[in-house]
């Protein structure tokens, strides 16, 4: 009997106390002793079987408690680095896209005063040609009224 569990044992205790005569007129009854007794021996030789038992599952529960807990630990530590990588890759993002638009706008400044630059040159190579030009057909204006005067003639054409 020594593989019975405890429960067992209550149960056959149960049914022991349960199957003696009961007294007339009262709720006492007549038992066999000696087979209740050798129940709660069994039931102390398994007591120590089972608390051993309970320990180990105690002991395992604990283990795998504390195993849990460092797993949980271990997520939460990487998930908090996730988080800041992201949170730090977030940051270098907005950094790179501020940079950019400042980048792209400078660009357009500097692009804008390019063609601003460009039209002025432009301008003021126009200004010069007409202005050269302005001074070779008065140039020109005055050779042909040298001609016509040290030639006597009245400068229409020669043919007086």
């Known amino acids: 009997m020594n593989t019975m569990t405890i429960s067992r044992l209550l149960d056959r205790l ?15 009854r007549l038992i ?4 209740c007794f050798a129940i709660i021996q069994q039931m102390r030789t398994q007591l120590p079987n089972e608390l051993a038992e309970a320990a180990l599952v ?22 908090e680095q ?5 949170i ?9 896209q501020a940079k950019a638009s400042e980048l792209l706008n400078n660009a357009g400044v500097y692009a804008d005063n390019l063609v601003e ?11 010069d ?4 030009m302005r001074d070779m057909l008065n140039k020109v204006y005055a050779k042909r009224t040298s001609l016509y005067a040290s030639d006597g003639s009245d400068g229409e054409g020669g043919n007086n």
């Open 14 to 28: 149960e049914e022991t106390l349960n199957s003696g005569k009961k007294q007339m007129f009262s709720n006492m």
């Open 88 to 96: 730090d890759e977030s940051e270098i993002m907005r950094q790179a």
């Open 129 to 132: 040609v007409e202005n050269s």
């Open 117 to 127: 630059q460009s039209y002025e040159q432009v301008s003021s190579l126009y200004l």
């Open 58 to 79: 105690l002991r395992d529960c604990d283990n795998i408690k504390g195993e849990a807990e460092k797993e949980a630990e271990m997520i939460i530590a990487e998930a």
């Open 32 to 35: 066999d002793a000696n087979t």
């Open 82 to 86: 996730e988080a800041q990588r992201l």
